[in-house]
């Protein structure tokens, strides 16, 4: 079963910068989708942000749209997720999923999750 690796998560001040990557555990594995999801504590799993691997269609949430971008990294098979402006309700464990299908929009493929911590 292909998994997602993640990294780059870490602890940074309210305004600060960090960006995660996320590879396949397959190197030849084909993707539709790839993106991230974060789950803060007592709270549901949320979207971030994802991107296609044909066109590189993004998609963001309102609550991170203009502070982070996400890209395709083409020679690890993944993508790279650069947050900016660093908020503390930013803190959560961030995911990394991937789907093959174009139509179940649903993920079902997964990493460990990153543990991402704005402090204040």
């Known amino acids: 079963q292909v998994q997602m690796v993640e990294s780059g998560g870490g602890l940074v001040q309210t305004g600060g910068s960090l960006r995660l990557s996320c590879t396949a555990s397959?190197?030849?594995?084909?993707?539709?989708?790839m993106g991230w999801l974060r789950q803060a504590p007592g709270k549901e799993r949320e979207f971030v942000a994802s991107?296609?691997?044909?066109?590189?269609?993004?998609a963001y949430s309102d609550t991170v749209k203009g502070r982070v971008t996400i890209s395709r990294d083409n020679g690890k098979n993944g993508v790279l997720l650069e947050m900016n402006s660093l908020k503390p309700e930013d803190t959560a464990i961030y995911y990394c999923?991937?789907?093959?299908?174009?139509?179940?929009?649903?993920?079902?493929?997964w990493g460990q999750g990153t543990q991402v911590t704005v402090s204040s």
């Open positions: 397959d190197r030849t594995f084909n993707w539709y989708r």
């Open positions: 991107i296609t691997w044909g066109v590189g269609s993004t």
């Open positions: 999923a991937a789907r093959q299908s174009t139509i179940i929009t649903s993920y079902a493929y």
